[in-house]
């Protein structure tokens, strides 16, 4: 079988042409072939994504080419999992998405958009959102700081009388720091963008959700919300703490039609960046448990998640946490 950039990384790296030129790619830009096994079951189109704009599309397109004689065959690939969007699954509904100019929260913008839903989409980048605009031109962007009180009113403006949905999905690592080292800092920052401003977000939305009898709210955890040896205390906490507004919120107004759920992503090749100064002594502690991450998910697998409990097939689920972590909160 050709190989295309669906093809997994693996399929690459053990293919007899294929192999070679993934090798050398890296050996042109010093980084070691082994950082790619955590993810040898992804796409290598996914490299693309996880470069944060390192690697470029060219790139992936001049490795097919070179393992097919100078041409890019036809994609036939049915090996892997590819995003399948439900036709007019969002028909008519007003939702806003969060983080949603990259990773997990543009592939759930850009799934809603395509499923027919009106998108509210906010982000600290404009730039990042104009791009995201230039793809799905019906997408209404909100830049801004959700941390600020203006932000949550903009997004809450632009969506206008109705809000069927809310995706929050915003969000940032801490440096891996234990509570002993964690800097007022690190703990005020991931706080506030991790926990207080989708909590705030909330807020804003459920009186308008109340008033119509109906609304569904997904709060992105983590891993880290399920366990304490995924990330650093900061990150940890905040996302802990969004399960536990997720389930209040579930409760107090799953009577008034209301779902909110949260999920749970475990390892995501998306490319956040890390905090420049890691902390020493968390790194090394969580390195074992983070290297038996059983699978890397992309932001696509996490948007089919997410718009699951969005819509109306989540009917008769509230108050959940689904863990899609590849089976990572099993072990």
């Known amino acids: 079988m050709a190989l295309t950039a669906h093809s997994t990384i693996g399929d690459w790296l053990n293919d007899p042409t294929g192999g070679p030129l993934i090798r050398g790619l890296f050996e042109q830009t ?13 796409p290598l189109q996914q490299l693309v994504a996880m470069s944060q704009g390192q690697l470029p599309q060219s790139v992936v397109d001049d490795l097919v080419r070179a393992a097919n004689n100078g041409e890019i065959p036809e994609d036939s690939d049915t ?10 699954r969002f028909a008519g509904k ?3 998405v969060t983080g949603a100019a ?3 929260g543009r592939a759930t913008a850009s799934r809603i958009a395509r499923e027919g839903g009106r998108v509210i989409a906010a982000d600290i980048s404009a730039e990042k959102l104009d791009a995201l605009k230039a793809e799905l031109p019906d997408v209404v962007t909100v830049a801004g700081d959700l941390i600020q009180q203006d932000a949550i009113d903009a997004v809450i403006a632009a969506a206008g009388d109705t809000i069927d949905g809310l995706a929050n999905v915003a969000g940032i ?13 690190v703990w005020d920052r991931v706080i506030a963008i991790n926990l207080t401003a989708p909590f705030k977000l909330m807020r804003a939305v459920l009186p308008i959700m109340e008033k119509a009898g109906r609304g569904a709210i997904v709060n992105v955890s983590s891993e880290a919300g399920l366990r304490g040896n995924a990330s650093g205390n900061a990150y940890t906490a905040s996302k802990h703490g969004i399960i536990g507004v997720t389930k209040s919120a579930a409760f107090m107004y799953g009577p008034k039609g209301i779902r909110v759920n949260s999920v749970a992503p475990g ?10 100064n890691m902390s020493e002594y968390g790194s090394g502690r969580l390195a074992p448990f983070q290297q038996a991450i059983p699978t890397v998910a992309t932001a696509e697998h996490l948007a089919a998640s997410i718009t699951f409990l969005l819509s109306d097939d989540a009917v008769n689920i509230n108050g959940a946490v689904l863990a899609s972590d590849g089976g990572w909160s099993v072990q």
């Not at 010093?30 to 992804?42: F, H, I, R, S």
């Not at 390892?267 to 420049?276: D, K, N, Q, R, S």
């Open 94 to 96: 007003t939702v806003i």
């Open 267 to 276: 390892g995501v090749a998306t490319g956040i960046p890390m905090p420049p």
């Open 30 to 42: 010093g980084a070691d072939p082994e950082l790619l096994t955590p993810v040898l079951g992804l």
């Open 173 to 185: 690592n801490d440096d891996f720091s234990p509570a002993g080292e964690t800097t007022d800092a």
């Open 102 to 104: 990259s990773g997990i």
């Open 79 to 88: 090996s892997t999992w590819q995003e399948t969007p439900t036709a007019a």
